[in-house]
């Protein structure tokens, strides 16, 4: 399978996970605080460790729940903008896809 394929539904499945459990839960659970989804996070740190989009992503979470650690943003608010940017990586990654698939052979 195409690794930019494994690497997007890798994103989407920890995205599904913490969007749901977010819905499902509410207020009650803050992913800054969950290590099961930290594991998750670093598995893939370790799994690609090249790949930009996960390291940023990845950063990104970080900064977030130091912020939202400190009061300068809120839950709601940084996981709607998370949410929006893994979207965005999302997108691109499958425009490169269809993109590489034009570039190939017949």
């Known amino acids: 399978m195409n690794r930019c394929v494994i690497l ?9 996970i913490s969007s749901m459990s977010t819905l ?6 803050n992913y800054c605080h969950d290590k099961e989804s930290w594991k998750e996070w670093e598995d893939l740190i370790e799994k690609y460790p090249h790949n930009m989009d996960i390291q940023m992503l990845h950063a990104v979470r970080i900064g977030f729940c130091r912020k939202i650690g400190d009061g ?22 499958k ?4 993109q590489g698939s034009k570039e190939q052979p017949l």
């Open 8 to 16: 997007m539904f890798s994103i989407f499945i920890i995205s599904s």
């Open 72 to 93: 300068s943003i809120t839950f709601e608010a940084a996981n709607k903008a998370f949410n929006r940017l893994h979207e965005m990586v999302i997108k691109r990654a």
């Open 95 to 98: 425009e490169t896809k269809k």
């Open 24 to 29: 499902i839960y509410a207020d009650e659970i």
